[in-house]
């Protein structure tokens, strides 16, 4: 009984393996060749045109602010007037500083008066000493009186020079009184247009409040900042076109006036400044201007 049901395990056993050896073989299948093959990384496209963009600035503009405290007695120019360096824009009161200057010159020209008194009395005692000496050689005088007459004449030399540095502290007064004078008088540092005022007639003002805005009209610069892979490659003179959003249809030129020496190591760029050629047409200051570095007028 054993036999018979060892063999039908046999048996069985041999069917299943020749079913199995009937079945067609599977074929490998690799990794490598079924999946695509990697594309290599597609370059970075770089744009040709490099454009930055900056204000359009000036190199004199300044906030006229007063010197001293005072009271604005007159305003001889507003907006937008052009005026000329040294043109008088301004007036504060200065009637009391001119009071005061008035008797400091007074003082003045009254020591000064007194120090020609004294020069002249020291020539009369100069006079009287070489007398004195005359007499002594001859031996007409004493000696006490020989001297008494030279201490005259070294005592007058010393009220001359008293006299002299008194002379001089009221000059250094009224110096001073003429630059006070000379602050109340608000007058244009350059050649330019007033762009704003601050100030109205008979307002009083402080030392350091703003009164008027002055700005010149040219010549038009342009500040910007370029990455310091640029460093050392941007030359002065070198000349790049410039426009401005507001200015559509205008293109300019502008020279490039002078580059930073360093690189700003916070930021990791340099600043170069441009100056603009020619007609400006509508461009001004304050307004923000790009500058093509890829273009050559």
Not at 42 to 67: F, H, K, R, Y
Request: some cysteine; charged content about 25%; glycine content about 6%.
């Amino acid at each position: 009984m054993r036999k018979i049901i060892l063999w039908t395990v046999v048996i069985v056993a041999t069917q299943v393996l020749g079913c199995e050896s009937d079945k067609p073989p599977i074929a490998a299948v690799s990794n490598a060749a079924s999946l695509p093959a990697a594309a290599p990384p597609a370059p970075v496209p770089v744009d040709p045109a490099l454009t930055v963009s900056g204000p359009i600035i000036v190199e004199n503009e300044v906030d006229l602010a007063a010197q001293r405290d005072g009271v604005v007695a007159r305003i001889f120019y507003d907006v937008p007037a052009r005026v000329r360096a040294g043109t008088l824009l301004a007036q504060l009161d200065d009637r009391e500083l001119q009071a005061n200057l008035d008797s400091a010159r007074a003082k003045s020209r009254s020591i000064e008066d007194d120090l020609n008194n004294w020069k002249a009395e020291r020539e009369v005692m100069q006079a009287d000493y070489v007398r004195a000496q005359e007499l002594w050689h001859e031996g007409l005088t004493s000696s006490e009186q020989l001297q008494h007459a030279k201490y005259q004449v070294e005592s007058h030399d010393w009220d001359i020079k008293r006299v002299s540095e008194l002379l001089n502290d009221s000059q250094a007064e009224e110096r001073s009184l003429e630059l006070e004078v000379e602050k109340t008088k608000i007058v244009a540092p350059f050649d330019g247009l007033i762009a704003r005022r601050y100030v109205r007639q008979w307002q009083s003002v402080a030392k350091g409040d703003r009164l008027f805005w002055i700005t010149s009209e040219g010549p038009l610069l342009v500040r910007f900042t370029l990455p310091e892979k640029f460093f050392g490659k941007i030359r002065v003179g070198r000349v790049f076109e410039v426009d401005a959003a507001d200015a559509p249809g205008e293109h300019h030129s502008a020279r490039v006036r002078e580059t930073s020496p360093v690189v700003d190591p916070a930021s990791g760029t340099f600043e170069v400044l441009v100056e603009l050629a020619g007609n400006r047409g509508s461009l001004r200051p304050g307004m923000t201007a790009a500058v093509h570095l890829d273009r050559v007028p």
